[in-house]
């Protein structure tokens, strides 16, 4: 995959989690980088890229949570 492609993925992932958990932009790209969800979606990319925005996020969302995060919202 083209680092450009790559780079508009994380950017859509990120903007959808922080409009999901009304936060910034820039929380989410710390807790991404914290927790792997870079590498993650990146590994994941073609099964995720073809799923519902609902379901990248609930992806995320269960990754950070296995990974050990706990402030995300509910």
Do not use: D
Not at 58 to 70: A, D, Q, W
């Amino acid at each position: 995959m083209s680092s450009e492609k790559l780079v508009k993925w994380w950017i859509f992932c990120i903007y959808l989690a922080a409009s999901e958990f009304k936060v910034l932009e820039s929380t989410v790209y710390a807790w991404f980088t914290e927790y792997g969800i870079f590498e993650y979606t990146e590994e994941n990319y073609e099964t995720l890229h073809t799923q519902s925005a609902e379901f990248v996020l609930g992806s995320i969302l269960e990754k950070l949570r296995r990974n050990g995060f706990s402030e995300v919202p509910l």
